[in-house]
Nanobody, 112 residues
Framework: QVQLVESGGGLVQPGGSLRLSCAAS??????MGWYRQAPGKQRELVAR???????NYADSVKGRFTISRANAENTVDVQMNSLKPEDKAVYYC????????WGQGTQVTVSS
C-alpha cells in the first residue's frame, strides 16, 4: 500500500522560510514532487524531481524554492525561502510510478 506523508507546514511571516518533507512508502517512484492548491484556485505544480536528480520548478518559485530527494530513504523535501503571501496554500506531496499518488496535504500560511 502506497503512502505519502507530509510534514513541516505552518505559519510563517513574509520573507521567512519553511521546509516541507514527504516520506513515501510502498513503492519506488520515478518522479516525486510537490503541488499546491490555494483557496478558489486549481492545484498547480510547485516542483518535481526525478530519481536521477533532474528538477523542474514553477516559474513563480524559481530561485526561492529548492527540491531535493533521498532515494535510499524514499523522501522528498522542498526548502521554501523568501516566502510571499501568495505562497499560501495547501501543499501536496506527489509521486509517480505507473500512476499518480498524493499525500493528504499540509497547510502553509504566509502572513504577518
Amino acid at each position: 500500500q502506497v503512502q505519502l506523508v507530509e510534514s513541516g507546514g505552518g505559519l510563517v511571516q513574509p520573507g521567512g522560510s519553511l521546509r516541507l518533507s514527504c516520506a513515501a512508502s510502498g513503492s519506488i517512484f520515478s518522479i516525486m514532487g510537490w503541488y499546491r492548491q490555494a483557496p478558489g484556485k486549481q492545484r498547480e505544480l510547485v516542483a518535481r524531481i526525478t530519481s536521477g536528480g533532474s528538477t523542474n520548478y514553477a516559474d513563480s518559485v524559481k530561485g526561492r524554492f529548492t527540491i531535493s530527494r533521498a532515494n535510499a530513504e524514499n523522501t522528498v523535501d522542498v526548502q521554501m525561502n523568501s516566502l510571499k503571501p501568495e505562497d499560501k496554500a495547501v501543499y501536496y506531496c506527489w509521486a509517480l510510478y505507473i500512476r499518480q499518488y498524493w499525500g493528504q496535504g499540509t497547510q502553509v500560511t504566509v502572513s504577518s
